[in-house]
């Protein structure tokens, strides 16, 4: 693993189902981050966690879900999609709240 | 208001323009600032920090003006490989980081 690791790369998925995006990091950075992307949006946070063990909502938390149980992994659940929740999914860190992020390369989800 | 404002283009200028982009703040309170670049949806990746002094790498300067809340990325000789979109971000504090929408760029022969 080097940098960042999302899966899945991509996902078809039907509405009401449950679903966790996972989100790995190997640079022992502190802060993690999960936005959406969508298309005249621009990137929207959703969650995020400035340490192992705490986390935060962002501009669009509802219907979303984290957990911060170690520094490495930020998994994103989505308990009951909806078709609104059709996106790009991109998770993020940084050594620290202000430093640049580095991110994935991104899930893209279709809810059906 | 949008909290970060950014034209978004699009910018079509031949190879060899010098091509400027600003993006505009709403909390003056900002405390980090970044310039990104994206490529057909890829994830965004860093191009530069952003600081009230300037910096420059190549042919990319970025400046910061605190006084008029706004910060700016200038590209000096445009090459094919510069078009992407460019994405501001700013940073409040560790949890509070907001992206402009994009401003698209395509450079042409």
């Known amino acids: 693993i080097a940098g960042i690791t999302q899966a899945p790369t991509s996902q078809i998925l039907a509405a009401g189902r449950r679903m966790t995006l996972r989100c790995t990091q190997d640079?022992?950075?502190?802060?993690m981050y999960w936005y959406r992307q969508d298309l005249g949006l621009g990137l929207r946070l959703i969650h995020y966690?400035?340490?192992?063990?705490?986390?935060g909502k962002g501009e669009v938390p509802d219907g979303y879900s984290v957990s911060r149980a170690n520094t490495d992994d930020f998994p994103l659940t989505l308990a009951s999609a909806v078709p609104s929740q059709t996106s790009v999914y991109f998770c993020?860190?940084?050594?620290?709240?202000?430093?640049?992020?580095?991110f994935g390369n991104g899930t893209r989800l279709t809810v059906t | 208001r949008k909290e970060v404002e950014q034209d978004p283009g699009p910018f079509n200028v031949p190879e060899g323009a010098t091509v400027a982009f600003n993006c505009t703040y709403s909390?003056?309170?900002?405390?980090?600032f970044f310039w990104y670049r994206q490529d057909c949806r890829k994830e965004p990746k860093l191009l530069m920090s952003?600081?009230?002094s300037g910096n420059e790498d190549g042919r990319f300067t970025a400046q910061l003006n605190r006084a008029s809340q706004y910060i700016s990325l200038l590209i000096r000789d445009s090459k094919l490989s510069d078009s992407a979109t460019y994405l501001c971000?700013?940073?409040?504090?560790?949890?509070?980081?907001?992206f402009g929408d994009g401003t698209t760029l395509t450079v042409k022969p």
């Open positions: 993020a860190s940084s050594q620290q709240g202000g430093s640049p992020l580095h």
């Open positions: 640079m022992r950075h502190n802060a």
């Open positions: 966690s400035n340490t192992a063990g705490t986390t």
């Open positions: 909390n003056s309170a900002s405390q980090s």
């Open positions: 952003v600081y009230s």
């Open positions: 971000v700013v940073i409040l504090n560790a949890g509070k980081s907001t």
